[in-house]
T-cell receptor, first 115, second 115 residues
Framework: RKEVEQDPGPFNVPEGATVAFNCTYSNSASQSFFWYRQDCRKEPKLLMSVYSSGNEDGRFTAQLNRASQYISLLIRDSKLSDSATYLCVVTLSMNYGGSQGNLIFGKGTKLSVKP | ETGVTQTPRHLVMGMTNKKSLKCEQHLGHNAMYWYKQSAKKPLELMFVYNFKEQTENNSVPSRFSPECPNSSHLFLHLHTLQPEDSALYLC??????????????FGAGSRLTVL
């Protein structure tokens, strides 16, 4: 079973649409969760962390469901500039994820927003 | 310069060549990473250095040799590579042991083609 699983897409949506991505993780001991965004031929960049209570940043809403072991990202009123691949990232540690090799990346979900 | 810088951005090499990828971070972070990104695969962790000491070597073939002379610089020495090693090599850094420890800042990547 893959550790972090995402629907690869592509999701092709018109401008202004609302689109949602899900990500499931296999390790129930996972502690921290993130969404990264990767533009075509660029590096991944942190989009937002995902908190237990859910969190919002402008048009973006992230939610965590520990019982079902999935996280979601909702994009409202999508813009052309939202076109990118969205990577789900899960880690087992709050403070020592990266250096212990505990950051697990999904393959990413590709979003294409059309005029 | 700010953030994480990688050179060269593009590299084409034959299987018998020896080359090196360079990464420098200007963020004062204490951990640095090499990731490999191939098409349709999740980011693969290759090496992790925490305070200049290697903490992870994710079963990477010996034709890839990392070097971390100080906490700001990271190299990846390449020799006798195979065509299947062609990929985007991403350097990243993070501040371990602190809030936000799991957040990686990536460089723009070095796109490697092995002929």
């Amino acid at each position: 079973r893959k550790e972090v699983e995402q629907d690869p897409g592509p999701f092709n949506v018109p401008e202004g649409a609302t689109v949602a991505f899900n990500c499931t993780y296999s390790n129930s001991a996972s502690q921290s969760f993130f969404w990264y965004r990767q533009d075509c031929r660029k590096e991944p960049k942190l989009l937002m962390s995902v908190y237990s209570s859910g969190n919002e940043d402008g048009r973006f809403t992230a939610q965590l469901n520990r019982a079902s072991q999935y996280i979601s990202l909702l994009i409202r009123d999508s813009k052309l500039s939202d076109s990118a691949t969205y990577l789900c990232v899960v880690t087992l540690s709050m403070n020592y994820g990266g250096s212990q090799g505990n950051l697990i990346f999904g393959k990413g979900t590709k979003l294409s927003v059309k005029p | 310069e700010t953030g994480v810088t990688q050179t060269p951005r593009h590299l084409v090499m034959g299987m018998t060549n020896k080359k090196s990828l360079k990464c420098e971070q200007h963020l004062g972070h204490n951990a640095m990473y090499w990731y490999k990104q191939s098409a349709k695969k999740p980011l693969e962790l290759m090496f992790v250095y925490n305070f200049k000491e290697q903490t992870e070597n994710n079963s990477v073939p010996s034709r890839f040799s990392p070097e971390c002379p100080n906490s700001s610089h990271l190299f990846l020495h390449l020799h006798t590579l195979q065509p299947e090693d062609s990929a985007l090599y991403l350097c990243a850094s993070s501040q371990e042991g602190a809030a936000g420890a799991n957040v990686l800042t990536f460089g723009a990547g070095s796109r490697l083609t092995v002929l």
